[in-house]
């Protein structure tokens, strides 16, 4: 397991655009991010390989968001562009030896989580 830390979130205006970063405190295999509304299941929303060049997308986001990876920096990124309010979640990046990139049951890292709020 490796400690991830988020940082990026916010409150912004729908339309608007944030970008989210995870460093990790050692190498890391597959990197994802999930999202989580209150009284909601925690959600897929864009994973990445070691490579950096296979990433996937949630249907919701695809063609708004762009995930990406530094190795150097041990760091994954979440662009956000065009954000809607239903993108308001706590954003959660994850980390590990994957199969499934979109089962959090997969993963064995977990960051602590950023909030974003989009207005309307």
């Known amino acids: 397991q490796v400690q991830l830390v988020e940082s990026g979130g916010g409150l912004v205006q729908a339309g608007g655009s944030l970008r989210l970063s995870c460093a990790a405190s050692g190498r890391t295999f597959s990197m994802g991010w999930f999202r989580q509304a209150p009284g909601k299941e925690r959600d897929f929303v864009a994973a990445v390989r070691w490579s950096g060049t296979n990433t996937y997308y949630a249907d919701s986001v695809k063609g708004r968001f762009t995930i990406s990876r530094d190795n150097a920096k041990n760091t994954v990124y979440l662009q956000m562009n065009s954000l809607k309010p239903e993108d308001t979640a706590v954003y959660y990046c994850?980390?590990?030896?994957?199969?499934?990139?979109?089962?959090?049951?997969?993963?064995?890292?977990w960051g602590q989580g950023t909030q974003v709020t989009v207005s309307s």
């Open positions: 994850a980390a590990g030896v994957v199969r499934d990139l979109r089962r959090p049951g997969e993963y064995d890292s």
